[in-house]
T-cell receptor, first 113, second 115 residues
């Protein structure tokens, strides 16, 4: 069965600190995504990638970097965490971009103080 | 561009009653999109509930149904008799059969089923 795992599952960070969220998939999918979920908003796409060593900006990339060192792994990096980045972050993978089912990880709850 | 609207942020339904969660989409493309319903149970990630890629068709899964209506640009989710275990957040989403367009998600509707 398709599997996407995320670590950590929750994190408390200080303002101005660096945060790295990790995602691992065993689906052999080319596409991977990072979304954030805030109350009152749908999932908003931060970054995505369709091949190792390459990432693309999503709809809200400011304040975030992404890294795809291998097909299986995709990280989201907050170099200088801010209060406004408190949210739940979801990683997902899919075979294609727009038409294929996305498989999601369980989410990471990030609290920036 | 494309957008998806879910008007209800939260819906409360008594167990064994019927459910409708509304979803409408808007698009500037002449091509019909693919439509999805995803569900997120507490503590878990989103998972696909059902998907319809042809206008006029109906999708169904786990007792839920949704019909792709291109005239009203709607894709409402329905269930005849909900169970407490259906309590979750439901997301409507739109995608395209191309590898240049990203999936667009609605804001989600939290369903609370009361015993």
């Amino acid at each position: 069965e398709a599997a996407v795992t995320q670590s950590p599952r929750s994190k408390v960070a200080v303002t101005g600190g660096k945060v790295t969220l990790s995602c691992h998939q065993t689906n052999n999918h080319d596409y991977m995504y990072w979304y954030r979920q805030d109350t009152g908003h749908g999932l908003r796409l931060i970054h995505y990638s369709y091949v190792a060593d390459s990432t693309e900006k999503g709809d809200i990339p400011d304040g975030y970097k992404a890294s795809r060192p291998s097909q299986e792994n995709f990280s989201l990096i907050l170099e200088l965490a801010s209060l406004s980045q408190t949210a739940v972050y979801f990683c997902a993978s899919s075979a294609g971009l727009g038409q294929d089912t996305q498989y999601f990880g369980p989410g990471t709850r990030l609290l920036v103080l | 561009g494309d957008s998806v609207t879910q008007t209800e942020g939260q819906v409360t339904v008594s167990e064994s009653k019927s459910l409708i969660i509304n979803c409408t989409y808007s698009t500037t493309s002449i091509a019909y999109p693919n439509l999805f319903w995803y569900v997120r149970y507490p503590g878990e990630g989103l998972q696909l509930l059902l998907k319809v890629i042809t206008a006029g068709q109906k999708g169904s899964s786990r007792g839920f149904e949704a019909t792709y209506n291109k005239e009203t640009t709607s894709f409402h989710l329905q269930k005849a008799s909900v169970q407490e275990s259906d309590s979750a957040v439901y997301y409507c989403a739109l995608g395209r059969s191309s590898n240049t367009d990203k999936v667009v998600f609605g804001t989600g509707t939290r369903l609370q089923v009361s015993p």
